[in-house]
């Protein structure tokens, strides 16, 4: 007993210690504390560069009292978001998340969609189409950390990023639709299908199934669970590192080449990727690259 209540007393310490840390570098990053984050005034959507992480920009969600869930205005800061990140080259790797512990994105706002007419919620489902469209054309990779609720509309969106990455405490990722009386109408009938093949798109589809971040990363909905003594975001940052650290052009080439395999043949897939090769061989990047190479040093690349 007493073994038990030592280890419960340590993972409730080191859980409070994650929490603190996290807002920790918010205050650090923002000059804003999480309670803060929640005024009326304050940006629903909105991009920060990561501290100490040169190449690394977080897209946050900002709405904690509503588990991040996606209004009219998130939807169109979100969206001016992604189209000044488009053109950012000092970006190269965007981590989407939540800008306070224990959430991600429960989907849109049903409270707000019980009140809008016909005619806006067509709009909305255009405009939440177009976003989340250019949230998986984006030239750089895209990570989404999922440390809270990602349902509906949020895993949807979590769908269109590159990888996803899960905290190990998360127990409610899914697609319940048909439990609404609806279907899943931002991508997610067909971005999933892709990731996961007919049968286990229409199980969990059909089911209306919430899972755990262990059983999504067991079927392949998530591609990362983080440890028990971190988050989602402390993963999705060791993961960006990683990336970051590579040749912006060969990432967006090779985002690009891989990103076409779903609609081309495989004669026409090694076409378009010997298109994307070719171009890379004569930036400045490759020569830095083969002379780092030659000198036994890290690579300095500059995305030309």
Same mark, same amino acid.
């Given at each position: 007993?007493?073994?038990?209540?030592?280890?419960?007393?340590?993972?409730?310490?080191?859980?409070?210690?994650?929490?603190?840390?996290?807002?920790?570098?918010?205050?650090?990053?923002?000059?804003?504390?999480?309670?803060?984050?929640?005024?009326?005034?304050?940006?629903?959507?909105?991009?920060?560069?990561?501290?100490?992480?040169?190449?690394?920009?977080?897209? =946050? #969600?900002?709405?904690? *009292? %509503? !588990?991040?869930? $996606?209004?009219?205005?998130?939807?169109?800061?979100? +969206? /001016?978001?992604?189209?000044?990140?488009?053109?950012?080259?000092?970006?190269?790797?965007?981590?989407?998340?939540?800008?306070?512990?224990?959430?991600?994105?429960?989907?849109?706002?049903?409270?707000?969609?019980?009140?809008?007419?016909?005619?806006?919620?067509?709009?909305?489902?255009?405009?939440?189409?177009?976003?989340?469209?250019?949230?998986?054309?984006?030239?750089?990779?895209?990570?989404?950390?999922?440390?809270?609720?990602?349902?509906?509309?949020?895993?949807?969106?979590?769908?269109?990023?590159?990888?996803?990455?899960?905290?190990?405490?998360?127990?409610?990722?899914?697609?319940?639709?048909?439990?609404?009386?609806?279907?899943?109408?931002?991508?997610?009938?067909?971005?999933?299908?892709? =990731? #996961?093949?007919?049968? *286990? %798109? !229409?199980?969990? $589809?059909?089911?209306?199934?919430?899972?755990?971040? +262990? /059983?999504?990363?067991?079927?392949?909905?998530?591609?990362?669970?983080?440890?028990?003594?971190?988050?989602?975001?402390?993963?999705?940052?060791?993961?960006?590192?990683?990336?970051?650290?590579?040749?912006?052009?060969?990432?967006?080439?090779?985002?690009?080449?891989?990103?076409?395999?779903?609609?081309?043949?495989?004669?026409?897939?090694?076409?378009?990727?010997?298109?994307?090769?070719?171009?890379?061989?004569?930036?400045?990047?490759?020569?830095?690259?083969?002379?780092?190479?030659?000198?036994?040093?890290?690579?300095?690349?500059?995305?030309?």
């Amino acid at each position: 007993m007493l073994l038990t209540a030592a280890r419960g007393s340590n993972s409730t310490a080191a859980l409070k210690a994650v929490r603190a840390g996290w807002a920790a570098r918010r205050f650090i990053q923002t000059g804003q504390s999480s309670a803060g984050s929640s005024s009326s005034n304050a940006a629903e959507a909105y991009l920060e560069p990561v501290q100490d992480r040169p190449g690394i920009t977080s897209l =946050l #969600l900002n709405r904690p *009292k %509503a !588990k991040n869930a $996606i209004s009219l205005r998130l939807l169109k800061e979100f +969206q /001016e978001c992604l189209d000044k990140v488009q053109f950012d080259k000092e970006t190269r790797v965007l981590i989407v998340r939540s800008s306070t512990v224990g959430s991600f994105c429960a989907g849109a706002d049903l409270i707000e969609r019980a009140s809008m007419t016909k005619a806006q919620v067509d709009k909305f489902l255009l405009d939440l189409r177009r976003a989340l469209c250019t949230l998986e054309g984006l030239p750089m990779p895209t990570i989404a950390a999922i440390d809270g609720p990602a349902l509906g509309g949020g895993l949807e969106l979590g769908l269109a990023c590159d990888l996803r990455v899960a905290g190990h405490a998360v127990t409610k990722i899914g697609l319940p639709e048909v439990k609404l009386g609806i279907i899943p109408g931002a991508g997610g009938t067909q971005r999933l299908t892709r =990731l #996961l093949g007919l049968a *286990k %798109a !229409k199980d969990l $589809i059909f089911t209306a199934r919430v899972l755990t971040a +262990q /059983e999504a990363h067991q079927i392949g909905v998530v591609d990362y669970v983080s440890a028990p003594e971190s988050t989602a975001y402390d993963k999705a940052l060791e993961l960006a590192q990683q990336m970051s650290a590579n040749a912006p052009l060969a990432l967006k080439a090779a985002k690009q080449a891989i990103s076409r395999v779903p609609e081309l043949g495989l004669e026409s897939g090694l076409d378009f990727e010997r298109a994307s090769y070719e171009p890379l061989l004569h930036t400045k990047d490759r020569l830095e690259a083969l002379q780092a190479f030659k000198e036994k040093r890290a690579p300095v690349f500059k995305g030309e």
